[in-house]
């Protein structure tokens, strides 16, 4: 993954960091298929296992297209003028890329050195 990519979230409005940079709508999907898979135990074959994961992500799509991940007035602050106005007065947004991207080099540099260990 490139870094830009890592860092696309800081260009939308911090309000939506926390959305945008977390898995847990992955996570809560896995957490399905893996408790429906339980009750099954044990499948005929590689196709049934397909089929219900295939089932569970219909069934998430669906309550996705009739519900919105941002409120209306969430997606306004994209294109709110002020947003780049903090509490404490105008944003550096240089600086905070910069340490964004710091942070993110250091953990990547931590996974090198946990995977080499």
């Not at 809560?28 to 135990?41: D, P």
């Not at 069934?59 to 947003?83: P, T, V």
């Not at 007065?89 to 991207?101: F, M």
Request: proline share 3%.
């Amino acid at each position: 993954m490139r870094d830009a990519d890592a860092l696309a979230y800081i260009d939308s409005p911090l309000t939506h960091w926390k959305h945008l940079r977390t898995n847990n709508v992955q996570e809560r999907t896995n957490r399905e298929i893996e408790r429906r898979s339980r009750v099954v135990q044990v499948f005929p074959s590689t196709g049934s296992l397909v089929r219900l994961a295939g089932a569970v992500m219909c069934e998430h799509d669906e309550i996705w297209q009739e519900s919105r991940y941002f409120s209306e007035a969430r997606m306004n602050e994209l294109y709110d003028e002020g947003r780049t106005c903090g509490a404490d007065g105008p944003v550096d947004w240089a600086r905070l890329e910069a340490e964004a991207r710091k942070m993110l080099e250091s953990g990547l540099g931590l996974a090198d050195r946990v995977e080499t260990a």
